[in-house]
């Protein structure tokens, strides 16, 4: 059992030191975390202790559990407390229980729907709070063919009388239990949209199953006010509300309520930092927020260099920009080589990539190097894993910058898009941005599955892509009350793929292009989007599809970011500090790196 449970978390092990296993949970440490996770199980009712030979439980299978454990962290990266959390063996319940991928099938939110939930509260300078529900899954409400019997973790299984063993009977899904989240979420959501005195009354959106909004409509009238809206992520959730006064009132008799049902803590009403699903807010205004990574990367700094003083100790030129086009090279010879002996560098590698990629999704500028390391898992380079250096030592010199929305800027309320493709490769890349007040809600660097013919096509696919992403984007923000007036305006840089936006034709050139790819002409037939030209200089797309120099690439983080409207302090101090202390060592790590990438 214990070789199994360090197999089943090796995954997460790697790129996060904060989680441990039950072999590493042996220490008196953990004594406490492991009772009050029983204690847990005792207060919600979630099992009942029954004898292995009760007819009750008759031809029931028994489910081994385990122990796994997390190190809580602050928002300033310091250790609150260690959790021990009780878990079912998943493999053997979908094994022994027969659950299909179907039922099992649970939906998170995804990130671009919390970034437009973020953006459309700002436009609107709606209220904000968060909060967590305690135990989530033991309060899935189940029924009585989904209960599962499962034998107590080592250090609290019983015997009776008889010598017989005792086992539980679950009331509630456990963790781990390969459908609880299924369970949990369909009694989330019936609670939510359940009508009153009984639920929230709450709407569910038909684009983002977890996210949920109500409002007021005057009579004639499209317009929505009194508006409150939830985003949920499992047992992670955050509550927006308009200023009115109505609005304010309904919002507090939701947080009742849910406390009442779920015992979920909301944590005060506009906070000016607050920490949430593993990154960073600040808002010094209710117009205005910044989402970062700030406590992650200074923790993913220390992990990886040792402690925040070593980014010191690296090049100048690696505090503006995650890569340089040079680095094309040695992905193309990592590509032609396609083999790695090394099973070291391999796992070092694959580590460092995995822990980047979780600050994607507020540092944008960084997707297209991570796009080209990650083609590079199987068979890593000392001069691709250079490069994640490279991008690691970038973040954590610009830890705080964030991606800020905000509705002081021109035209902040209007959703508007760029698309653009990279037909440098075999297969071209397809990059695209959807801004919302100011900053990107959804961005995306990717590969196409298709070999193209022509930078034409390659547009007319990054395009598609574009136009599947805004329909749902589209859906999303008008569903939490932001009116998408008008064609939204999608821009690109080819003028062939304009030209076939605007016009059907079947020429020599374009006789090749599949009819499927149209659908941004689709669109713009329909007046839901209008397809614009743009100078490639000017189409901040352009960071996700190529490795720019340090100009190109601090002009588009500033346009994606929208870096003029974050409204936090900069430390200029600290920051002239670092270069002061990069540059008093640079000639010599400048000679160290040149010999690594040799």
């Excluded at 959730?237 to 049902?261: F, G, H, M, Q, V």
């Amino acid at each position: 059992t214990e070789f199994d449970s360090d197999l089943a978390f090796l995954a997460k092990a790697k790129t996060n030191p904060d989680i441990f296993t039950e072999r590493q949970m042996r220490g008196t440490e953990w004594d406490t975390p492991k009772q009050s996770e029983i204690a847990k199980f005792e207060r919600l009712m979630a099992k009942t202790d029954i004898a292995a030979d009760d007819p009750m439980i008759k031809g029931m299978p028994i489910c081994e559990t385990m122990w796994t454990g997390k190190c809580k962290r602050l928002a300033s990266g310091t250790i609150d407390k260690l959790n021990a959390r009780c878990v079912l063996r998943g493999d053997l319940h979908k094994k022994y229980y027969h659950v299909t991928d179907n039922q099992a099938f649970a939906p998170v939110s995804r990130n671009s729907s919390l970034c437009s939930c973020e953006a459309v509260g700002r436009i609107y300078e709606q209220h904000y709070c968060s909060g967590d529900v305690p135990g989530a899954y033991l309060q899935g409400e189940q029924f009585q063919c989904e209960q599962v019997v499962a034998r107590p973790p080592p250090g609290f299984r019983k015997w009776d009388e008889r010598g017989v063993e005792i086992l539980w009977l679950m009331n509630n899904p456990m963790y781990g239990q390969d459908d609880a989240g299924a369970i949990w979420n369909r009694t989330a959501n019936d609670y939510l949209t359940d009508d009153k005195p009984r639920g929230c009354e709450f709407n569910r959106c038909p684009h983002e199953p977890c996210v949920y909004s109500k409002w007021d409509s005057p009579p004639s009238s499209d317009d929505y006010i009194n508006r409150v809206t939830c985003g949920t992520y499992v047992d992670d959730w955050r509550l927006y509300n308009d200023p009115a006064t109505e609005a304010k009132r309904e919002s507090a008799w939701i947080k009742n309520r849910l406390k009442e049902r779920f015992g979920l803590e909301f944590r005060a009403s506009d906070p000016e930092d607050d920490f949430f699903l593993g990154s960073n807010r600040t808002s010094l205004s209710r117009s205005n927020a910044t989402l970062h990574a700030t406590t992650f990367l200074e923790l993913s700094v220390k992990r990886f260099l040792g402690s925040l003083e070593a980014l010191d100790e690296f090049p100048p030129s690696w505090s503006y920009s995650p890569s340089d086009p040079s680095m094309q090279k040695d992905w193309e010879e990592a590509c032609a080589k396609r083999s790695c002996d090394d099973k070291e560098l391999i796992r070092e590698y694959q580590q460092l990539f995995g822990t980047l990629l979780h600050a994607v999704k507020y540092r944008p500028e960084v997707e297209a190097t991570l796009n080209l390391c990650g083609t590079c898992l199987t068979f890593p380079t000392k001069p691709m894993k250079g490069w994640l250096t490279r991008t690691l030592v970038y973040l954590g010199r610009t830890r705080k910058m964030g991606v800020t929305y905000s509705n002081k800027g021109k035209d902040a309320d209007v959703l508007r898009a760029y698309a653009d493709s990279n037909w440098s490769e075999t297969r071209s890349t397809t990059g695209f941005c959807i801004m919302l007040a100011g900053g990107a809600i959804a961005h995306s660097s990717k590969r196409q599955h298709c070999i193209t013919l022509s930078s034409c096509e390659a547009e007319l696919i990054a395009l598609c892509d574009t136009a599947v992403e805004l329909i749902y984007i589209i859906g999303l923000v008008e569903f939490i009350g932001h009116k998408v007036t008008g064609s939204v305006e999608v821009s690109t840089d080819n003028k062939g793929a304009y030209d076939l936006c605007h016009r059907f034709t079947s020429a020599q050139h374009s006789r090749h292009v599949d009819r499927k790819l149209f659908k941004m002409r689709e669109l713009r037939g329909a007046s839901i989007v209008k397809v614009g030209l743009v100078p490639t200089e000017n189409n901040p797309a352009d960071l996700f599809t190529k490795i720019l120099g340090r100009s190109t690439c601090e002009k588009h983080r500033a346009t994606v970011m929208n870096t003029a409207a974050d409204e936090r302090k900069s430390d200029k101090s600290a920051s002239a500090q670092t270069k002061a202390n990069v540059t008093s060592t640079g000639s010599a790590v400048l000679e160290r790196d040149r010999a690594a990438k040799t």
